[in-house]
């Protein structure tokens, strides 16, 4: 079993559409990650959350330490939110060395 | 203000050559990690280094695979006598140095064809 679960593995949605991504982890951690990454481009780190909420835009970020999960949701969602989202965790030893989910890969269509 | 630069963005190399990718990070940032990306798999991690030390190489495969962060000038990820598994978008990241969990900056990523 991966340390880090993401779900779905795919998901389509048209536009305007309200999505949740979720995430369970079976480690302790220090912090969450959420990463995009575009195909054939690089990762952009969209939020890094160790407790509640986050905000940035359409997009929040949710987490429950105690049931080691999380959730990224997206409002109104458009064609340019079609990536693949990453979550990943950081243990409690080395800072910053991520485990990573094996991502979300998001269409949305018009 | 430029982020983390990675370069080459594609590099094709024959078995057995040898494999140089390159990673300057965000300017004031003094902590790189460098991750794999193999076809169709997720990201793993490979090494983590502060200039002149390597701090957790536990990602790192034992042979042919090394990695630096020079006091001056980019850290580099060697290959040597690369093999056809060597296939992989190779990224890198950094952080600056105010301790743990600070937010990562990712590199483009390399992408590396062994023919």
């Known amino acids: 079993k991966n340390e880090v679960e993401q779900s779905p593995q795919n998901l389509t949605a048209q536009e305007g559409e309200f999505i949740t991504i979720n995430c369970s982890y079976s480690v302790g951690i220090s912090a969450l990650h959420w990463l995009q990454q575009h195909p054939g481009g690089g990762i952009v780190s969209l939020f890094m959350?160790?407790?509640g909420k986050k905000k940035h835009g359409r997009l929040i970020a949710t987490i429950n330490i105690q049931e080691k999960h999380s959730s990224l949701h997206i409002t109104a969602s458009h064609p340019r939110d079609s990536a693949v989202y990453i979550c990943?965790?950081?243990?409690?030893?080395?800072?910053?060395?991520?485990?990573f989910g094996t991502g979300t890969r998001l269409q949305v269509t018009l | 203000n430029a982020g983390v630069m990675q370069n080459p963005r594609h590099l094709v190399r024959r078995r057995g050559q040898e494999a140089r990718l390159r990673c300057s990070p965000m300017k004031g940032h003094s902590h790189v990690y460098w991750y794999r990306q193999l076809p169709e798999e997720g990201l793993k991690f490979m090494v983590y280094l502060q200039k002149e030390n390597i701090i957790d190489e536990s990602g790192m495969p034992k042979e042919r695979f090394s990695a630096e962060f020079p006091k001056e000038g980019p850290s580099i990820l060697r290959i040597q006598q690369v093999v056809r598994g060597d296939s992989a978008a190779y990224f890198c990241?950094?952080?600056?140095?105010?301790?743990?969990?600070?937010?990562?900056?990712f590199g483009n990523g390399t992408r590396l064809t062994v023919t």
């Open positions: 990241a950094s952080s600056p140095p105010e301790g743990r969990n600070s937010p990562l900056h």
């Open positions: 959350l160790s407790s």
């Open positions: 990943a965790v950081s243990g409690t030893g080395t800072a910053s060395k991520l485990t």
